[in-house]
């Protein structure tokens, strides 16, 4: 029954509230809440229900260099979103994420180095996002089928890697943990119905928020073979929520936000009027 409920209630439940959360505080909110482990979390207990704490912690291991083929999955999206509709950016982001996946099937490092590389693609694909331009004045109403769609989504994703997860072993099954199901229907809801600007918002959102999910998996990897199940993944929530309540701290302040490039030159401009007058 503890298999049933995970694979049936928990993973579609977040990614209705992360859409929710998009809805109520926009798109960069709701990037953050998207960034969390919603999907990889029950995935990954799951795998420690049904096939044991050690193989938890290698699919966790896994997750995390698969943290680096979900960043792949963004930047792709992001940088195509301006010149392609949202089928195409989603169809070469997938191409990014299964290449990186294949690089990745391979490879096998510690706990601590995988995170460190996470962590530095996270990076990476913060530089190379393109900037979003000014809000728009106003929002569409979503349709009502919208929610169920991406909760059924999510509910396919979970089905599917349990069934297999079983004959791919831990890391494989860790790398495919993060396939970007929650980002792919937020990215793509979000492209069609609110446009490229609103899009990048939410997928800025998105990879500051990956940093929790990398620290998710990474307590993960290490404390499943020395705590029991529970233990394990309650810790681990809450350090990437921690992580996240400082991310939404910092970006609501500003710290984390970058100026617009016409912000910028208002800036510029003004500084420049003060030299001439002074």
Same mark, same amino acid.
């Given at each position: 029954?503890?298999?049933?409920?995970?694979?049936?209630?928990?993973?579609?439940?977040?990614?209705? &509230?992360?859409?929710?959360?998009?809805?109520?505080?926009?798109?960069?909110?709701?990037?953050?809440?998207?960034?969390?482990?919603?999907?990889?979390?029950?995935?990954?207990?799951?795998?420690?229900?049904?096939?044991?704490? @050690?193989?938890?912690?290698?699919?966790?291991?896994?997750?995390?260099?698969?943290?680096?083929?979900?960043?792949?999955?963004?930047?792709?999206?992001?940088?195509?979103?301006?010149?392609?509709?949202?089928?195409?950016?989603?169809?070469?982001?997938?191409?990014?994420?299964?290449?990186?996946?294949?690089?990745?099937?391979?490879?096998?490092?510690?706990?601590?180095?995988?995170?460190?590389?996470? &962590?530095?693609?996270?990076?990476?694909?913060?530089?190379?996002?393109?900037?979003?331009?000014?809000?728009?004045?106003?929002?569409?109403?979503?349709?009502?089928?919208?929610?169920?769609?991406?909760?059924?989504?999510?509910?396919?994703?979970?089905?599917?890697?349990?069934?297999?997860?079983?004959?791919?072993?831990?890391?494989?099954?860790?790398?495919?943990?993060?396939?970007?199901?929650?980002?792919?229907?937020?990215? *793509?809801?979000?492209?069609?119905?609110?446009?490229?600007?609103?899009?990048?918002?939410?997928?800025?959102?998105?990879? @500051?928020?990956?940093?929790?999910?990398?620290?998710?998996?990474? *307590?993960?990897?290490?404390?499943?073979?020395?705590?029991?199940?529970?233990?394990?993944?309650?810790?681990?929530?809450?350090?990437?929520?921690?992580?996240?309540?400082?991310?939404?701290?910092?970006?609501?302040?500003?710290?984390?936000?970058?100026?617009?490039?016409?912000?910028?030159?208002? *800036?510029?401009?003004?500084?420049?009027?003060?030299?001439?007058?002074?």
């Amino acid at each position: 029954m503890a298999l049933i409920a995970v694979k049936l209630l928990l993973a579609p439940n977040f990614v209705v &509230g992360a859409s929710l959360a998009a809805r109520r505080f926009g798109p960069r909110i709701g990037g953050l809440v998207g960034g969390l482990p919603l999907v990889a979390g029950p995935i990954l207990l799951v795998y420690a229900l049904a096939h044991g704490r @050690a193989f938890a912690a290698g699919a966790a291991a896994g997750t995390l260099l698969g943290v680096v083929s979900l960043a792949a999955f963004v930047v792709v999206y992001a940088r195509l979103a301006g010149r392609l509709f949202w089928g195409a950016s989603m169809l070469a982001g997938w191409l990014a994420f299964v290449l990186a996946t294949v690089a990745f099937s391979e490879l096998s490092i510690p706990a601590g180095a995988a995170l460190a590389l996470a &962590g530095a693609s996270l990076l990476l694909g913060l530089a190379a996002l393109p900037r979003p331009g000014s809000p728009p004045l106003t929002r569409t109403r979503p349709p009502t089928w919208d929610l169920p769609l991406r909760a059924a989504c999510a509910l396919a994703l979970v089905l599917a890697l349990t069934a297999v997860s079983g004959w791919l072993g831990p890391q494989l099954s860790g790398l495919l943990a993060p396939f970007p199901v929650i980002t792919t229907v937020l990215a *793509t809801f979000t492209h069609a119905q609110r446009g490229t600007d609103d899009l990048l918002r939410l997928l800025r959102g998105m990879l @500051a928020g990956f940093g929790a999910f990398a620290l998710f998996c990474f *307590t993960l990897a290490v404390l499943l073979d020395r705590l029991d199940t529970a233990g394990a993944f309650a810790l681990a929530t809450g350090l990437a929520l921690l992580m996240q309540a400082a991310v939404l701290a910092m970006t609501r302040s500003g710290q984390l936000s970058m100026p617009s490039r016409a912000s910028w030159w208002r *800036t510029r401009s003004r500084s420049s009027a003060k030299r001439v007058a002074s």
